[in-house]
């Protein structure tokens, strides 16, 4: 599916030139599950996007097509309200928060489609709420800002997807640039790019194409773990307002006054949040080796502190940890099922991938699929 397929289809089903957008899914090289606890996340944009032509309408409705499921969408403007439809409740979702600000939005027609596999937690979503949001605000001509629709779009999950996201996705997808991660202060939402030049390796995605159940309920669990952990701290020290704010040594110290479970999840999160900041310093100073280091250390506590990964992540973390192809690697995003992301030895990802696969075949009779994925631009018009 391409831009012109896109273009043209709008064109066929609403007859007139729309604005087209481009708004991309996002890795994280480090920083999981940080994001709704204040802390720092190291995500960037990436080369697989969703499509928008968009355009106003004089009808007061929501007219919305899906391309890539070929599915039409309808509802009056004046009924906004979440549907049946998962895919329209992202861009519902973000109108509503447009709304709800008071904006006037009369009616839009939109078509869309891209290449972000869906439930391989490369933040489809994100990026359609993003692009949405961005092309609203531009039909309407409404004046936000990049940080004003990032948290529409996190708003309209929260509410019309019913998961309590952190910032992460939404941030990375609006605000990647070419060739750089952004290292993200959840707090103060202060960023700073770093240059990605991964000169001998590639950033492969292998993606385990199973997608949990457990996956939206478990993350809103593990939000309330970790605020239940955050009263237990504040009862020593009224600055503490998140587990940004917690050290290692302070955790360690109120061991006992803790759910073994809850004290696990806490320290995840604690020693995670430094270790984005150590694999910041170690790509500033090309070591290389020190950041796969921190990568695997990133997996093992999502699997047995944090407790959101699952059988075939492992395998996949197992595979590349073995390998010597591979200098890094870890699950991404959420968890439960989805991509790991591996650094991988340019000249031995075609040996690397071949292995992968075979390996993660015989042993869950499910076929792979691998990514090589650049790093790319935020969200804009084309
Ligand atoms: C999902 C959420 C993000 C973040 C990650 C885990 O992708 O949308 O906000 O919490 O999980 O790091």
Not at 291 to 312: A, I, N, P, T
Not at 331 to 347: R, Y
């Amino acid at each position: 599916m391409s831009l012109s397929e896109i273009e043209k289809k709008f064109k066929e089903l609403y007859g007139k030139k729309p604005l087209l957008v481009r708004s991309p899914g996002r890795i994280n090289l480090i920083g999981e599950h940080t994001d709704y606890n204040d802390g720092f996340v190291f995500p960037a944009a990436i080369d697989k996007e969703v499509l928008f032509a968009v355009s106003a309408n004089d009808q007061n409705k929501f007219r919305f097509y899906a391309y890539d499921l070929d599915e039409h969408f309808e509802m009056k403007v004046e009924d906004l309200k979440i549907s049946d439809s998962q895919w329209a409740n992202y861009l519902l979702g973000v109108a509503a928060q447009f709304k709800k600000e008071g904006y006037e939005i009369k009616g839009v027609d939109c078509v869309f489609g891209g290449d972000i596999p869906l439930g391989a937690g490369l933040s489809s979503s994100a990026a359609i709420e993003n692009g949405f949001g961005f092309a609203l605000n531009e039909i309407y001509g409404l004046g936000e800002s990049r940080m004003e629709m990032i948290l529409k779009s996190q708003m309209a999950e929260h509410e019309y997807a019913g998961v309590m996201c952190g910032i992460m996705d939404q941030f990375a997808s609006m605000n990647g640039k070419k060739d750089h991660a952004l290292k993200l202060d959840c707090r103060s939402l202060d960023f700073e790019y770093a240059n990605i030049d991964l000169k001998d390796y590639n950033i492969l995605l292998c993606d385990t194409r199973v997608k949990h159940e457990l996956a939206s309920s478990e993350y809103n669990t593990r939000r309330k773990e970790c605020e239940t952990g955050v009263k237990i701290l504040q009862k020593y020290n009224k600055e503490i307002k998140a587990l940004r704010d917690v050290t290692p040594e302070l955790l360690k110290e109120h061991q006992e006054e803790f759910d073994a479970v809850v004290y696990k999840r806490c320290a995840y999160v604690v020693n995670e949040n430094k270790r984005v900041e150590e694999a910041f310093e170690a790509l500033k100073h090309n070591d290389l080796e020190l950041f796969g280091e921190l990568m695997y250390q990133s997996h093992e506590g999502l699997r047995d502190e944090y407790e959101v990964s699952c059988k075939e992540l492992d395998l996949l973390n197992s595979i590349a940890r073995r390998s010597d192809d591979v200098v890094g690697a870890r699950m991404m995003g959420g968890g439960f099922g989805g991509c790991t992301i591996n650094i991988v030895k340019k000249e031995k990802t075609a040996n690397f991938s071949k292995e992968i696969e075979k390996e993660y075949l015989e042993k869950t009779g499910t076929h792979l699929k691998i990514y090589k994925v650049k790093i790319a631009d935020g969200t804009g018009l084309i």
